[in-house]
């Protein structure tokens, strides 16, 4: 009877293994690349099998779906690649928690780069292509599936996240050197710390230790495209000078999404209803945090100037898309102006980088103040 009731048990859950994986097929998949200033790479080809893939374009492939996925990556860089990492991200593993991704190194294994060793590189526009064989494809599937079958997803997207240089420099969104106290980490190479860090943002010397960080660009069309003054006026739901208290990054539910939050004590209203609390939150895209694994994360923002603590502002905001009771900046820095406080009467603007001198701050807030009289 026990040998009748486990046979039993094993049928029903090979049936239920079987059901669920029928459920399964006929999927239509997706695989996406984000665009952004960090993709230093042009894919010349990308299949799964033998079906071409076109990206964020749907295909229908059965169980298994990214087994043998290929994708050719050609060094779109003016030096010479040794070791770069790939992560492939499940954006429908959200739900569940952090989102679930696989790393794959490429080219020479970063441990043995940064050793010295140059087996494989890859010149100035030379093509190397990427296999998710079935060793890596084994790797992936454990750690999808740890959480949820992986032929129940149906999109994946493709990032280059790290990328180490036959010089000793590397990229991950922010430019890197070799750390001279640490043979297998880096620090950020000169003029790319911000000037004012928000609190928790890595000294100088701090070690990025290798496969240890996660780096992306955010970027919007909206922060690059140009406005004139009459437009940030016309979007902004309050004007105000500020005062920077304080900063901190946060994390977002979807990565790579965080925001640096400042704490702004409003010194005076220009435009729309003076807030209850002097005090707002106005929340920045970008940002650094290290999670509880101890895992840096970093989001950079090629087009947006961030503010600095204890400066005084001009500020074109909205409310925030971040934070239901906090406000952004129009525009991205462009809603931004920094009144100095070392003798200068002409605004700074941050709609370029680096930040450029405008008006005269006395005509500049009248001419403010008569554009909202249009409205």
């Known amino acids: 009877m026990r040998q009748l009731r486990l046979s039993v048990s094993v049928l029903m859950t090979a ?75 499940f954006p429908e593993t959200r739900a569940g928690g952090r989102v679930i991704a696989h790393d794959i190194e490429c080219a020479t294994p970063l441990s043995a780069a940064l050793k010295g060793d140059r087996t494989t590189t890859i010149p100035v526009n030379e093509v190397v292509s990427l296999k998710v064989d079935e060793n890596e494809f084994a790797k992936l599937k454990a750690v999808v599936e740890r959480r949820q079958p992986l032929d129940s997803l149906t999109k994946a997207e493709i990032r280059v996240t790290f990328i180490y240089f036959a010089d000793e420099t590397a990229f991950d969104g922010t430019a890197l050197v070799r750390d001279p106290e640490n043979a297998t980490g880096f ?49 902004s739901k309050l004007i105000a000078i500020g005062h920077i208290q304080k900063n901190i990054s946060t994390s977002k539910q979807e990565w790579p999404w965080m925001t640096t939050d400042y704490q702004v004590k409003i010194q005076q209203v220009i435009k729309g209803d003076a807030p209850t609390d002097p005090v707002i939150t106005v929340l920045m895209p970008g940002g650094m945090i290290t999670d509880s694994d101890g895992v840096l994360f970093s989001a950079v923002t090629p087009p947006v100037t961030m503010m600095m603590n204890q400066r ?15 406000y952004s900046p129009v525009r991205g820095s462009q809603g931004i102006f920094e009144i100095p406080q070392n003798g200068n009467p002409r605004v700074i603007s941050y709609a370029k980088i680096p930040p450029s001198e405008g008006e005269e701050l006395a005509g500049f807030l009248e001419t403010i103040r008569g554009l909202t009289r249009k409205q």
Do not use: H
């Open 312 to 326: 005084y502002y001009i500020i074109f905001l909205k409310p925030s898309e971040w934070s239901p009771t906090g």
């Open 15 to 89: 049936l239920v293994f079987v059901c669920s994986a029928s459920a399964f097929d006929g999927l239509d998949r997706e695989i996406s690349r984000p665009n952004g200033p960090n993709e230093r790479f042009e894919i010349t080809e990308a299949r799964v099998g033998d079906t071409q893939i076109e990206f964020s374009k749907t295909f229908r492939l059965e169980r298994n779906w990214l087994k043998d996925l290929t994708v050719s990556f050609r060094n779109k860089m003016s030096k010479t690649i040794v070791s770069f990492n790939v992560e492939i991200l």
């Open 187 to 235: 620090i950020y190479a000169p003029r790319t710390m911000p000037v004012n860090p928000p609190p928790g943002f890595p000294p100088p010397s701090y070690v990025i230790k290798a496969r240890k960080r996660r780096g992306a660009w955010l970027d919007s069309p909206d922060w690059r495209s140009p406005v004139s003054l009459e437009t940030l006026v016309s979007e």
